[in-house]
Nanobody, 127 residues
Framework: VQLQASGGGLVQAGDSLRLSCAASGGAFRNYAAGWFRQAPGKEREFVSAISRSGSRISYADSVKGRFTISKDNAKNTLYLQMNSLNPGDTAVYSC?????????????????????WGQGTQVTVSS
Protein backbone atom coordinates (compact mmCIF):
# COMPACT_ATOMS: atom_id res chain seq x y z
CA VAL A 1 0.00 0.00 0.00
CA GLN A 2 1.13 3.55 -0.72
CA LEU A 3 0.26 6.49 1.51
CA GLN A 4 -0.26 10.16 0.69
CA ALA A 5 -0.66 12.62 3.55
CA SER A 6 -2.27 16.03 3.22
CA GLY A 7 -4.00 18.74 5.20
CA GLY A 8 -1.11 20.49 6.89
CA GLY A 9 -0.78 24.24 7.01
CA LEU A 10 -0.07 27.34 9.01
CA VAL A 11 -2.54 28.04 11.81
CA GLN A 12 -2.70 30.05 15.01
CA ALA A 13 -2.61 28.65 18.51
CA GLY A 14 -6.01 27.31 19.47
CA ASP A 15 -7.01 26.48 15.90
CA SER A 16 -7.84 23.08 14.46
CA LEU A 17 -6.62 21.09 11.49
CA ARG A 18 -7.53 17.74 10.03
CA LEU A 19 -4.84 15.68 8.39
CA SER A 20 -5.70 13.00 5.88
CA CYS A 21 -3.70 10.06 4.66
CA ALA A 22 -5.00 8.41 1.51
CA ALA A 23 -4.02 4.80 0.92
CA SER A 24 -3.77 3.19 -2.48
CA GLY A 25 -2.66 -0.12 -3.86
CA GLY A 26 -4.21 -2.23 -1.17
CA ALA A 27 -7.23 -2.76 1.03
CA PHE A 28 -6.71 -0.36 3.91
CA ARG A 29 -8.95 -2.45 6.12
CA ASN A 30 -6.11 -4.96 6.32
CA TYR A 31 -3.72 -2.43 7.79
CA ALA A 32 -3.23 -0.87 11.17
CA ALA A 33 -1.98 2.70 10.95
CA GLY A 34 -0.47 5.55 12.86
CA TRP A 35 0.72 9.12 12.85
CA PHE A 36 4.17 10.32 13.83
CA ARG A 37 5.68 13.79 13.84
CA GLN A 38 9.12 15.30 13.75
CA ALA A 39 9.95 18.83 14.78
CA PRO A 40 13.14 20.55 13.61
CA GLY A 41 16.14 19.29 15.52
CA LYS A 42 14.12 16.67 17.35
CA GLU A 43 13.60 12.94 17.10
CA ARG A 44 10.53 11.55 15.38
CA GLU A 45 7.83 10.94 17.93
CA PHE A 46 4.70 8.88 18.07
CA VAL A 47 1.39 10.71 17.93
CA SER A 48 -1.38 8.14 17.59
CA ALA A 49 -2.19 4.66 16.32
CA ILE A 50 -5.30 2.77 15.31
CA SER A 51 -6.03 -0.88 14.67
CA ARG A 52 -7.31 -2.34 11.41
CA SER A 53 -10.94 -2.07 12.42
CA GLY A 54 -10.53 1.10 14.43
CA SER A 55 -11.51 -0.62 17.64
CA ARG A 56 -8.16 -0.02 19.35
CA ILE A 57 -6.60 3.41 19.55
CA SER A 58 -3.72 4.97 21.43
CA TYR A 59 -2.34 8.49 21.78
CA ALA A 60 0.81 10.10 23.00
CA ASP A 61 0.23 11.86 26.31
CA SER A 62 1.09 15.19 24.69
CA VAL A 63 -1.91 15.02 22.34
CA LYS A 64 -4.41 13.03 24.38
CA GLY A 65 -7.71 14.87 24.65
CA ARG A 66 -6.86 17.20 21.76
CA PHE A 67 -6.23 14.89 18.81
CA THR A 68 -8.51 12.21 17.40
CA ILE A 69 -7.41 9.49 15.02
CA SER A 70 -9.90 7.73 12.79
CA LYS A 71 -9.89 5.38 9.84
CA ASP A 72 -12.44 5.13 7.05
CA ASN A 73 -11.78 1.76 5.46
CA ALA A 74 -14.43 2.35 2.80
CA LYS A 75 -12.56 5.44 1.65
CA ASN A 76 -9.11 3.97 2.30
CA THR A 77 -8.25 7.02 4.36
CA LEU A 78 -6.70 7.70 7.74
CA TYR A 79 -7.44 10.95 9.55
CA LEU A 80 -6.01 12.96 12.40
CA GLN A 81 -8.27 15.65 13.79
CA MET A 82 -6.14 18.11 15.71
CA ASN A 83 -7.82 20.60 18.04
CA SER A 84 -6.45 23.22 20.42
CA LEU A 85 -3.19 23.34 18.55
CA ASN A 86 -0.22 24.98 20.20
CA PRO A 87 3.26 25.92 18.96
CA GLY A 88 4.61 22.70 20.45
CA ASP A 89 2.63 20.81 17.83
CA THR A 90 4.66 22.34 15.02
CA ALA A 91 6.24 19.49 13.08
CA VAL A 92 6.16 17.45 9.92
CA TYR A 93 3.43 14.86 10.37
CA SER A 94 3.74 11.49 8.66
CA CYS A 95 1.31 8.63 8.38
CA UNK A 96 2.36 5.01 8.47
CA UNK A 97 0.72 1.64 7.98
CA UNK A 98 1.49 -1.93 8.83
CA UNK A 99 0.12 -5.33 7.99
CA UNK A 100 0.99 -6.37 11.53
CA UNK A 101 -1.75 -6.54 14.08
CA UNK A 102 -2.24 -3.86 16.70
CA UNK A 103 -0.53 -5.69 19.55
CA UNK A 104 0.38 -3.47 22.48
CA UNK A 105 0.39 0.26 23.05
CA UNK A 106 4.16 0.20 23.36
CA UNK A 107 4.59 -1.73 20.13
CA UNK A 108 2.41 0.49 17.96
CA UNK A 109 4.23 3.56 19.27
CA UNK A 110 7.48 2.38 17.71
CA UNK A 111 8.32 3.47 14.17
CA UNK A 112 9.79 0.01 13.53
CA UNK A 113 6.30 -1.46 13.85
CA UNK A 114 5.30 0.08 10.51
CA UNK A 115 6.12 -1.12 7.02
CA UNK A 116 4.96 1.75 4.87
CA TRP A 117 5.30 5.49 5.28
CA GLY A 118 3.75 8.40 3.49
CA GLN A 119 5.53 11.65 2.84
CA GLY A 120 5.09 14.21 5.58
CA THR A 121 2.83 17.21 5.71
CA GLN A 122 3.98 20.35 7.52
CA VAL A 123 1.96 21.71 10.40
CA THR A 124 3.02 25.08 11.75
CA VAL A 125 1.29 26.65 14.73
CA SER A 126 2.00 30.29 15.48
CA SER A 127 1.55 31.82 18.92
Amino acid sequence: VQLQASGGGLVQAGDSLRLSCAASGGAFRNYAAGWFRQAPGKEREFVSAISRSGSRISYADSVKGRFTISKDNAKNTLYLQMNSLNPGDTAVYSCAATYRSYTTTAAVARAEHYDTWGQGTQVTVSS
